[in-house]
């Protein structure tokens, strides 16, 4: 996932990607925990991606200013 893709997407849509990459989150921790994992970097990408989607929802929450 790249910032053009996100950026082009209305705050309904950001707030959905948000979600599911909550529960991606979510489920790579039980999977973890479970001792199941089988992509360790995935847990860094999905941390990124969420961090971009609450970027852009504060930016576009606040009119584009940062």
Request: proline share 3%; charged share 35%; no cysteine.
């Amino acid at each position: 996932m790249n910032m053009k893709d996100l950026v082009s997407r209305s705050p309904s849509e950001l707030k959905e990607e948000l979600l599911k990459l909550r529960r991606e989150q979510f489920n790579l921790r039980m999977a973890l925990a479970a001792g199941q994992t089988a992509k360790p970097d995935q847990f860094g990408k999905v941390r990124k991606n969420i961090a971009r989607v609450k970027t852009l929802m504060s930016q576009k929450r606040d009119g584009g200013k940062a």
